[in-house]
């Protein structure tokens, strides 16, 4: 009898994890994590009404949800609270390929 192997399943998922090396990569995927948790902050301060408000309706809603995105992007960019930059920091020490720190023995 002759095996026939079935043909592994594509997931669409890609297993090239060389890209994940890059410092540049890195960097903006810690820019990216920063506009997103400030966006969230921004968000949950949002929900978090004290009054209500004189003029309510959905387009108002949806306008200050497409300000918030872009505040929160334009906060990561520019003025980033560190999330961002912490995480970048703590990816960073386990790949030595970024770090040149790690693979440097310390006298």
């Known amino acids: 009898m002759s095996s026939i192997s079935a043909p592994a399943a594509t997931?669409?998922?890609s297993t090239d994890t060389s890209r994940l090396k890059s410092k540049d990569n890195l960097d903006?995927?810690?820019?990216q994590f920063e506009a997103v948790f400030t966006g969230m902050m921004l968000k949950s301060m949002r929900q978090a009404k004290l009054s209500d408000p004189l003029f309510d309706s959905k387009a108002i809603d949806t306008f200050t949800d497409m300000q918030d995105a872009?505040?929160?992007?334009?906060?990561?960019?520019h003025t980033p609270l560190g999330i961002g930059k912490a995480m970048?920091?703590?990816l960073s020490k386990s790949q030595s390929d970024i770090n040149p720190a790690a693979t440097d023995p310390s006298p």
């Open 70 to 77: 872009q505040i929160s992007q334009s906060m990561a960019e």
């Open 28 to 31: 903006k995927a810690g820019k």
């Open 11 to 13: 997931t669409g998922i």
């Open 88 to 90: 970048t920091d703590f």
